[in-house]
């Protein structure tokens, strides 16, 4: 829950067990992304924040096929101790935040890469789809 790494030192694959990922839990991590990281890291987590616009350095995009596949606790990792130009987040988003921002994350991520094939059916109907 504190680190995002394993026992043996590896970035941690998935959530810890003391965090309950529901609807309120990725609403949480949708707010502290607007507050704290679409600024660089843009609304859709493209990297095309207002920063960019005046001259900040290249931020990433959450879409890089690297980025995709990195440990959910690697991605805690850099929200908590900082990487490259970002800084530490460590003072202004508590433990379990960062884990929904993290969430967060992988929403945007997955928001990218739907199809019509993951709609739920029950909604289909509603966005027109058959």
């Not at 990725?26 to 990297?47: P, Q």
């Not at 991520?109 to 094939?117: D, I, P």
């Amino acid at each position: 829950l504190y680190r995002g790494v394993n026992a043996d030192g590896s970035f941690a694959k998935g959530f810890p067990s003391a965090v309950e990922a529901n609807p309120a839990f990725l609403a949480r991590g949708n707010l502290k992304y607007d507050i704290y990281c679409t600024v660089c890291h843009g609304a859709t987590g493209d990297g095309n924040g207002i920063t960019k616009q005046y001259g900040m350095g290249a931020t990433p995009t959450y879409h890089d096929e690297r980025l995709r596949n990195v440990p959910e606790g690697e991605i805690y990792h850099v929200i908590t101790a900082g990487k490259g130009n970002m800084l530490s987040y460590a003072d202004k988003i508590e433990p379990t935040d960062r884990w929904a921002v993290v969430a967060y994350v992988r929403a945007l991520q997955r928001a990218q890469t739907g199809t019509v094939n993951d709609v739920a059916p029950a909604y289909k109907s509603e966005l027109g789809l058959k």
